[in-house]
């Protein structure tokens, strides 16, 4: 992936205008954590006073007018880190239709090097670190092989390697371990040379261009499929396991591969296509390899094109957000909505996250567009500020990106949420498990910095991961939620099912709430309602819409079916009111609670202070449900209960009596005055709610089973 190696990556149109730079070659000329490009360069990069910018400039106007260059050296000034030796390689994109397309140039920093080298006087023959010889021998013996393929047929291999995850590796285990690891490899490479399996291989050589950044070549290759045997021996020969200080690793890297067996390729031409096949290896994931194929130019001159339009979209105004309702299962009604990101593009129409997010994180513009997403999210969040029933807010939930965990990013996110006015707990900001795997240093300080502006954290994707319950409990977590491939196997998976009810388990031992994502169908639902899971999320409720259709949704009290841009799920009963409740209590702090605990969960609530006061308000007032206090003033609650189930009009209604001390001969008076629940006070909000909503489910279906 360009982002995560060292290298400098830039590129530049037919003009010779810079179109495009990597994060690290932003470092480089002083724009770290700038999302995009600043217009000047765009617009004049020759000519702007920046040396570093005009150095880059100068080399790629040499290579839009056509000259190859391959690793040449150069020394460039950069505004952040001073004075530094790259090698530097640069190559015109020419279209299918001979059209030029512009220029890419790829730059290896080998200031280190360059400096042991010449204090060893070195040059020229080793380099220092690795012991492997200079990357100008590999230039001279790919030369003469080159020179020799005519005669026997046979063709020239070379293989570009990156390392997987190196930048990761060293900055845990420190630069010394980073650098032990890179001598290790380039000792495996070199062994590998000697097992090749054909020709004598005395010109066989591998070299490092810098960094984790390593050439094998090889003559006499049989054919394509004899290079990529080379790639497996050496794939094995990095995994086997390589002790570094206390740690064993097994490394992993992408490959490329070139062959010819064309006298007049140019060498330097032939390293460039192992590095671009090596890069579409990284891209696929690394651990892999790839051989060249033209088509690769491309497909990553393509993402470069994307990459750019990628670039203006945030200026045009060219994304919006649209939101997908959560319903909570305890009471089917709309509970939040996810915010997510969608691209109007002006040609190929909307775009789908997975199509652009990859190329955003990669380019680091994630991080205004994420900015962009909770400024608007907040907007329309100040709107839904009093959506829910008892004047609630709708809580949203904003997906986070691993690369926007940088510095800063919690006070970005504060002026946001402050100059829109927006309670922070409405706010929760979804994270993926594999995020927290990656640093979980890093990720435990900013979840803390976040969680202390008030915004709720969920996992993203759980289940994808391996995190264990311990693990866990590293970080300042709300939410769990739970993978579509695993709502996707319940009920016909076994294993899915077991799973599903593990992590339950354990979310609720820490306290998380449990989100279940891409529901799809009511058997889903079933099985996950009698997992115990909080709340679910998918196209079985509804659709992403946009935020109109929300406002719309919310609006539209009573009883709404949810999906109504699908005509599958309108049959579901997702609801933005529970129902009605009538409180019956004589204490007006446990009437609070009462009411408190049943309207955040989506009831409308009145109370009542006797069973006179209920009697009277009950026909008006039509409840789904009366919670009734045994104990009252004047008529009992149970004489209240006889009397309502007396009068048909309420023979739907559910009655939960309500006690201060659990007597069994009470309770058996109640149930045979067919009460629907018995609870015994004090009760937790989130015991009311089951317990009430539990007993008008019952009831409803009772009703719905004997009706004719
Ligand atoms: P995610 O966070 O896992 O979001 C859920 C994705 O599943 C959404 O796709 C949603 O439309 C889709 N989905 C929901 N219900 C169902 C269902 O029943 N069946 C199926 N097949 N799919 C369902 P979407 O909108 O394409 O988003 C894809 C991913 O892009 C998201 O996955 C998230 O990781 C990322 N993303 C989206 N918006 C943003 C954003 O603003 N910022 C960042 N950093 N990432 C975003
Ligand atoms: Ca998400
Ligand atoms: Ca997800």
Redesign the pocket.
Known sequence: MVSTSEDLVIACDSEGRITWANPAMRRFAGLSGVGRLPRAWAAHAGAVADGTVAGVAELLKRALAGERMINIEVSLESSTVGWRSLAASGQRLVRSDGAIRGAVLVCHDITSEKALETRLSLRGRHDPLTRLPHRDLFGDNLQILLGRVSGNQRAVAVLAINLDHFSHISSRLGKDAGERVLVQVGQRLNDTLRTHESGSGTLNIATRLGGDQFLVLYEDVADQAAAERAAGRIHAALRAPMKVEATTLSITAGIGIALTADPSKNPGALILEAQTAMRVAKRLGGDRHECFVPAMETQLQARIDNAEALNQALDRGEFR??Y?PKVSLLTDAVSGV?????WQHPVRGEI???DF?PLA?ESGL?IP??RW?MEQVCRDAAQWATALPGGLPLPIA????AR?FEPGLAETFNTIIEQCGIDPQTICL?V?ESMLMLDAELAVATLRKLKALGTRISV??FGTGFSSLAYLKRFPLDEL?I??SFVDGLGTDPDAIAIVAVVMGMAHALDLSVVA????TADQVTCLRNLGCDEA????FA??MAADAITGLLAARPPVALGGHDASASVIMARLSSGKVLVVDDAPDVRGLARASLAAAGFEVREAGSGEEALALAPHFGPDCVVLDVILPGMSGLEVCRILRGDPAHDTTTIVMLTSAADPAEKVRAFSLRADDYMVKPFSPRDLVSRVTASIRRRAEMFATIAP
Do not use: C, F, W
Request: net charge negative; charged share 30%.
């Open positions: 957000v649209v997908q996810e915010a997510l990101l969608r789908q996250p997975m997010i994180e994630i567009m994420g997403v904003v997906n986070v990106s926007q979804e993926t993203d994707d939620k993978d579509k994502e891409g529901v799809e999320q998918g196209y079985h659709r992403p």
